[in-house]
Structure formats: structure tokens, C-alpha cells
């Protein structure tokens, strides 16, 4: 099983970036995909969750409006495009799946990348 997270970088405060996490080794649509971002000091956090019984995408209140999440099961891949990225954005970002669920509880997920530096700067 692999998750590559690709696509992060440094950008200035209003810019924006997408992410890309293609995955390989596992039925993607099966699975539950999740993005996560953890910042210094701070615990890892839910961004976004595509649920695996009906593909639709939830997202936690401080990305909601500007960061959109989308999927590519013929590509196994998913991505986060962020966009009005502020200083608070900065952390490592991760992808990580979860079999059949509905959700993406950041403590119970089965597989995850590695993660990617986003740094926001003002």
C-alpha cells in the first residue's frame, strides 16, 4: 500500500496550491480518503473526508468555502486544491484512507502518506 502526497511548497498569504496524494496497492473505492494537516505543536487534523458509500466530501470549518476537496477513482488518486491560504494554513499535510467508512476520525485511519510541507507566509 502507498500514499504520495505531491504538490506543497511556499506561497504568500491569498495564494493557493493543490495537492495531489495518488495511492496505489488497494481498492480506492473502497476506502475512505481523508486529508489531514498537522502544524508545530499542534495535533493532526481533519481537512476533508470523501466517504466511501457515496462519494460525497465533508469538510471541517476552517477550510470550508476555501478549500475544495475531489477524487479520481480511475486514477486512484485524490486531491485538495487550498486557495486564500493564510499564515495559519502552514503544517505538514497528509492523505490517509480508511476501508468502508463513512467517515475519517484522524485516529483510526488504516494507511497514510508521508506527508507535505505547506508554508504560508505573510
Known amino acids: 500500500v502507498q500514499l504520495v502526497e505531491s504538490g506543497g511548497g511556499s506561497v504568500q498569504t491569498g495564494g493557493s496550491l493543490s495537492l495531489s496524494c495518488v495511492t496505489s496497492?488497494?481498492?480506492?473505492?473502497?476506502?475512505?480518503i481523508g486529508w489531514f494537516r498537522q502544524a508545530p505543536g499542534k495535533e493532526r487534523e481533519e481537512l476533508a473526508c470523501r466517504n466511501s458509500n457515496d462519494g460525497t466530501t465533508s469538510y471541517v470549518d476552517p477550510v470550508k468555502g476555501r478549500f475544495i476537496m475531489t477524487s479520481d477513482n480511475a486514477k486512484n488518486a485524490a486531491y485538495l486544491q487550498m486557495n486564500n491560504l493564510k499564515p495559519d494554513d502552514t503544517a505538514v499535510y497528509y492523505c490517509?484512507?480508511?476501508?468502508?467508512?463513512?467517515?475519517?476520525?484522524?485516529?483510526?485511519?488504516?494507511?497514510w502518506g508521508k506527508g507535505i510541507l505547506v508554508t504560508v507566509s505573510s
Open positions: 490517509a484512507v480508511r476501508q468502508f467508512s463513512e467517515s475519517c476520525p484522524a485516529y483510526s485511519m488504516d494507511f
Open positions: 496497492g488497494f481498492r480506492f473505492d473502497h476506502y475512505a
